[in-house]
């Protein structure tokens, strides 16, 4: 059963930074697309950033840059480093892994960026 267990968001002021961890465990951790997501309140939930098993890199919009997605295959663990945060990325910032038909979501960490 696969697993994703998010870690390391919080409170921070506009321009610092934040680095989230997931966690996967019950999967072939290597063979995935791992993706981070976010989600504010009344808003979609949308694409931050995914990485392939070959580790090519895509990110949505204005945060390359700002934030950038790595995996530690030998630890089962994807990162998102979030560095000059702005009062617009507050969100409840998820974890998701891809491959083939299955699409596994953690629980969600929030983010809060405010002064």
């Known amino acids: 059963q696969v697993q994703l267990v998010e870690s390391g968001g919080g409170l921070v002021q506009p321009g610092g930074s934040l680095r989230l961890s997931c966690a996967a465990s019950?999967?072939?951790?290597?063979?995935?697309?791992m993706g981070w997501y976010r989600q504010s309140p009344g808003k979609q939930r949308d694409l931050v950033a995914r990485?392939?098993?070959?580790?090519?890199?895509n990110y949505k919009g204005s945060e390359e840059g700002r934030f950038t997605i790595s995996r530690d295959n030998a630890k089962n663990t994807v990162y998102l480093q979030m560095n000059n945060l702005k009062v617009e990325d507050t969100a409840v910032y998820y974890c998701?892994?891809?491959?083939?038909?299955?699409?596994?979501w953690g629980q969600g960490t929030q983010v809060t960026v405010s002064s």
């Open positions: 990485i392939t098993s070959g580790g090519t890199i």
């Open positions: 019950g999967i072939t951790f290597s063979k995935y697309v």
């Open positions: 998701n892994a891809r491959f083939a038909t299955e699409n596994a």
